[in-house]
Nanobody, 115 residues
Framework: QVQLVESGGGLVQAGGSLRLSCAAS????????MGWYRQAPGKQRELVAT???????NYADSVKGRFTISRDNALNTMYLQMNSLKPEDTAVYYC?????????WGQGTQVTVSS
């Protein structure tokens, strides 16, 4: 069983920055794929970014060049640095981990970007 806890969400003005953290209850060294997803009101959950154990990263077109995903295996934590935020980035952000024992989700953290 893997527990994931997100933090770092909040209210920010357009153009501002936030850094989200996702702390895992287990070592993430052996977790091959971790990622961030988001869900805006009335919309389906969508992929924001993923990172695999060897470091390869993948981003949604809507966040390329503005968001950076990273992981610190020593701290068992994944991050999402979000710059140049836009009102359309407003959503609940969830972290995700795909392991040999299953797929796990955090409880989500709210990000609200005001115009």
């Amino acid at each position: 069983q893997v527990q994931l806890v997100e933090s770092g969400g909040g209210l920010v003005q357009a153009g501002g920055s936030l850094r989200l953290s996702c702390a895992a209850s287990v070592s993430i060294f052996s977790i091959n794929t971790m990622g961030w997803y988001r869900q805006a009101p009335g919309k389906q959950r969508e992929l924001v970014a993923t990172i695999i154990r060897i470091g390869s990263r993948n981003y949604a077109d809507s966040v390329k060049g503005r968001f950076t995903i990273s992981r610190d295996n020593a701290l068992n934590t994944m991050y999402l640095q979000m710059n140049s935020l836009k009102p359309e980035d407003t959503a609940v952000y969830y972290c995700n981990a795909i392991t040999q024992s299953g797929t796990y989700w955090g409880q989500g953290t709210q990000v609200t970007v005001s115009s």
